[in-house]
């Protein structure tokens, strides 16, 4: 049982609806900045490497943000911990907007890569932080009338990112992919400044660097081996096993550094919580499902539907109306009610199904086929994304919850890596045999080299027709192959949050009582 000095510790500030909604605001507008600026790059690509050259260096242009991202996600939750909420929110937006400032002005692949570097320690403050924010101002209880929204925000710049890059592209300078969505970040800057009031942190705690130093080093090590493997080299080679070992040894090094610091960035003990532990591995494998189908489909779209990116950005609009739909009725659904569990199980359920029948889509698949599977997906991933943050952050303290938050978030990023390297590689393999399977039935002249050399979707349909039908076929089936792998994924994820104790979700009168068993644990 909680004593009252401890209910009075752990209930959050209280703020009106209205402050919450201003607040959240702000949150998003920085989320949306974030999202997009990541997003939009891949549409720009082509007129950038012809503009700055470095054919060769194309990938780490996508890959630096993305190892950056994930392995700066832990640090922001503690660091916020020591130094106050509002104050790093606001780092992680400057360090966002100079950086993405500096990626415009870039006169060559080295500056801009560097530049996406620092761009993605600032994208990983500004995918936990919200989260660790908007539980600090809003309890477990009426959180999910609020989170719903903040899912929202990774739909709609699913969709916005390759719009406004084809835009942009296609009237302005490539520069401009950068430099867009600056304004938006400035605007959050300062209504974050002028809303959220939080009390001061009166922590002298010594930041963990030992554990930020391994922590940090096995995840860039991991990263590495994720985005270059099978591109920069071989998945068999020096490089792959080598990578391979640093990173557990680092992340070993990391489990001793965190046993003995007297404030780790994640606190061991919060592996012994049930609960934390359950939607980390729920958010990995739903990282790996997400991403992994959010990356080919497009592939799709362009190859075998001959639809253009701009084209193909507007096919994933079901998706997001679907995802937003779901995330704001399930977060409503949860504040009035305080059941959750049902609803991460439901949602990876659909998502598998949403998966199952992507892979049955064929050359000749009506784009409403396409509209339907992927609502289906979307649905599936709005309502179970932020209920598991949610119910993660309800099974911790609040002096956890930071901490907790971040750690969930870099599961889910790091399950994205993995499912998009594990799904390319899927990808590749099956569409070279595929290519020389069918070429060969067909006696024409391709041959197992044909996958990596295919060129653009426009230049793949000015090939000749008997060709361009074996290639159209070879894909479809190797895309086939990526999306039944996502299936027992995605019911593992349901399996893992099948497992979650639905613990009653706190209200601003403190924690209830039949939530102290993990409570508990995690002290």
Known sequence: MLTEQQVQAEAAPRFTHRQVLEILAGLMLAMLTSMISTSVVGTALPTIVGTLGGQDQLAWVAS??????????????????????????QAALLVFVLSSVAAGFSQDMGQLIAARAVQGIGAGGLAALPQIILGDVVEPRERGRYSGYIGAVFGVSTVAGPLLGGFVVDNMSWRWTFWICVPLAVVAFFVIQRVLNLPPSHRAAKVDWWGATFITGGTTALMLLLSLGGKEFAWSSGWTYGLGALSLVLFGLAVLAERRAADPILPPHLFRNHTFVLTCLASLLVGA????ALMFLPQYLQIVKNMSPTASGLMTLPMVLGLLASSIAVGRFVTRTGRWKAFPVVGMLLVGLGLFLLSRLHVDSSLVSVGVDITVLGVGLGASMQILILAAQNAVTRADMASTTSGVTFFRSLGGAVGVAAFGAILSNRLTSELVSLAKAAHLPLTGGAAPSLGSPAAIHRLPAPVLEVILEAFTRAIHTVFLVGVPIAVLAALAALMLKELPLRSA?????????????AS
């Open 64 to 89: 630096a943000t993305l190892l950056t991202m994930t392995a700066s996600t832990p640090l922001w939750g503690k660091l916020s911990d020591l130094y106050g909420r509002k104050f790093m929110f």
């Open 289 to 292: 499902a997400m991403f992994g």
């Open 509 to 521: 009168r403190g924690a209830a009582p039949a939530a102290q068993g993990d409570l508990a644990d």
